[in-house]
C-alpha cells in the first residue's frame, strides 16, 4: 500500500529557517516524481514543485521558485521541503504528493504539515 | 489565480446528479490527463479520477470523468450527505511545466 508520512505541526518565528519531511513506503520512491502543494487558510491548491529522486531532477512553480527548496534523500526514500528564512505569509498546510513515473498531477498524498509562521 | 476555471460552488439534494466543470485550455487540459480530487473538511485530498476518466479501486462507480478539448467535467450521481466537500480539478501544463489546480468547487448537499 502507497503511503506518504509527513512530519509533524510546526510553530516558527519570522526569519528562521525550517525543513519539513515527508517519508514514502509501498512503492518504488526512486522512480516516481513527489512535490510539494501549499494550501494557505481558508484557500485552494497551489503547486510548489517536485522532484525525480532518481536522479535529482526538480521543478519549481515560478510562484516559488527562489523562496523555498525541494529535496530528497532515496537511501531513506524521505522527501523533504525547505525555507531559510520563514515570513508570516508562510503560514499553512503543505501536502506532500506523489506524481507519476513521468510529469503528471498527483495520485498519492501525505496527511499535511501545518506549518505556522507568528512573532 | 488558478488557469484551471470551476465554479466556486455547486448544490443538490440527496439523489440528485450534480456536475462540476473545469475549463482550461490547449497547454494543459488540452494535451495532458485531468485528474480530480475530494477534500473533505480538515483532511488531505484525495484522487477520485486519474487519466480523464479512471476511477482508483477505492472510487464508488457514482463518480465519472469526462473530457472534451480543452474542458472537463466531474459528474456525481446519486449524491449522498457524505459527498460534501471541496473538489478540485488538475492538469499538468506544457507551458508553465508544472501542475496546475483548478480554483475548487464547494459542493453542499442540500
Known amino acids: 500500500e502507497v503511503q506518504l508520512v509527513q512530519s509533524g505541526a510546526e510553530v516558527k518565528k519570522p526569519g528562521e529557517s525550517l525543513k519539513i519531511s515527508c517519508k514514502g513506503f509501498g512503492y518504488s520512491f526512486t522512480n516516481y516524481w513527489i512535490g510539494w502543494v501549499r494550501q494557505m487558510p481558508g484557500k485552494g491548491l497551489e503547486w510548489m514543485g517536485i522532484i525525480y529522486p532518481g536522479d535529482s531532477d526538480t521543478r519549481y512553480s515560478p510562484s516559488f521558485q527562489g523562496q523555498v527548496t525541494i529535496s530528497a534523500d532515496k537511501s531513506i526514500t524521505t522527501a523533504y521541503l525547505q525555507w531559510s528564512s520563514l515570513k508570516a505569509s508562510d503560514t499553512a498546510m503543505y501536502y506532500c504528493a506523489r506524481h507519476g513515473t513521468t510529469v503528471t498531477a498527483p495520485d498519492y498524498w501525505g496527511q499535511g504539515t501545518l506549518v505556522t509562521v507568528s512573532s | 489565480q488558478s488557469v484551471l476555471t470551476q465554479p466556486p460552488s455547486a448544490s443538490g439534494t440527496p439523489g440528485q446528479r450534480v456536475t462540476i466543470s473545469c475549463s482550461g485550455s490547449s497547454s494543459n487540459i488540452g494535451s495532458n490527463f485531468v485528474c480530480w480530487y475530494q477534500q473533505l473538511p480538515g483532511t488531505a485530498p484525495k484522487l477520485l479520477i486519474y487519466?480523464?476518466?479512471q476511477r482508483p479501486s477505492w472510487v464508488p462507480d457514482r463518480f465519472s470523468g469526462s473530457k472534451s478539448g480543452t474542458s472537463a467535467s466531474l459528474a456525481i450521481s446519486g449524491l449522498r450527505s457524505e459527498d460534501e466537500a471541496d473538489y478540485y480539478c488538475?492538469?499538468?501544463?506544457?507551458?508553465?511545466?508544472?501542475?496546475?489546480f483548478g480554483g475548487g468547487t464547494k459542493l453542499t448537499v442540500l
Open positions: 487519466r480523464d476518466f
Open positions: 488538475a492538469a499538468w501544463d506544457d507551458s508553465l511545466s508544472g501542475v496546475l
